[in-house]
């Protein structure tokens, strides 16, 4: 059961993002243990991060937490003198960001020697590109950096501010970036919505070589094993942000195309 898309689906950007996130690292490493093994262990590491989510999101793109209702004020019931009392209602409301503490899942390979850290693989989500929580992605980043592990990081979504200085990376709708230890360059691969996503170099320690993570075979094993196409609402607008009209354009005619060849799948 594929997607519409033949690259990245902007639909899993929504609420299935949390179980797209888990289940892409566990793909991750069934793929990578066979090409690292014996001299290497692939490991999934959980860690906590602070997050302030939008109350817009709560239910939606952070489905674990119970939905937070709007206030409404009781019914009055005057008392005494407070009956002749008119209360101004206030003329201004707006939403407050719900702090929270969300688990991340990140990819380790580690040398079996000494159980080191050689290589971490981060797929961002929203917590990772937001305050507080990118504040103190970015710092775990750089002392990763600091202790001479290579690190790819995996943005697959388009909402919210890369972490990286303004301009540093090429504008497109996902981006794979590969900081590779002892180097003063990042290694970079912007992808469009239309493309396919890349074949990732993952290092290794000196003097073995790289070895290959073909990420798109990943996803499209998550989305099949998932089934992903049997709950996603195709009929609607892919989650924010909105595509530009000449993607949506396309991605319309991508949907159109692949129901009329799985008409059992997804909503009419």
């Known amino acids: 059961m594929r997607s519409p898309f033949p ?3 902007p639909y899993l950007e929504g609420y299935l993002w949390p179980d ?3 289940a892409l690292a566990g793909e991750i490493r069934r793929r990578l243990v066979p090409l690292v093994d014996p001299r290497y262990a692939v490991r999934l590491a959980v860690y906590m991060l602070s997050d302030r989510v939008p109350a817009g999101e709560i239910g939606i793109t952070v489905p674990d937490v ?14 005494g003198e407070a009956a ?3 209360i101004a209602p206030p003329p201004v409301r707006f939403p407050l960001a719900v702090p929270l503490v969300v688990r991340q899942t990140r990819v380790e390979v580690r040398d079996i020697a000494g159980n080191s850290l ?9 917590a990772n590109k937001r305050p507080p929580g990118q504040a103190a992605y970015i710092a775990k980043r750089d002392g ?22 303004h301009g540093t990376l090429p504008v497109s709708d996902y981006t794979i970036v590969l900081l590779r230890a002892q180097r003063a360059e990042a290694e970079v691969w912007p992808v469009a919505l239309r493309e396919r996503l890349p074949t990732l170099p993952v290092p290794l320690r000196t003097p073995d070589p790289d070895v290959p993570l073909d990420l798109q075979a990943a996803l499209d094993a998550v989305f099949a094993e998932a089934r992903y196409a049997r709950t996603l609402d195709y009929g609607a607008s892919p989650p924010e942000p909105p595509l530009n009209e000449a993607d949506a354009a396309w991605a319309a005619g991508r949907v159109s195309a692949w129901r009329a060849e799985s008409p059992e799948v997804g909503y009419p």
Request: aromatic share 2%; glycine share 4%.
């Open 66 to 79: 119970e939905v937070i209702q709007p206030h409404r004020p009781p019914p009055s019931r005057p008392v």
């Open 84 to 86: 002749a009392v008119a």
């Open 118 to 126: 050689v290589t971490a693989i981060e797929i961002l989500s929203p």
């Open 144 to 165: 990763l950096r600091a202790r001479g592990v290579h690190m790819i990081e995996i943005d697959l979504l388009r909402r919210l501010a890369r972490p990286w200085p």
């Open 20 to 22: 797209v996130h888990q």
């Open 7 to 9: 690259g990245m689906d």
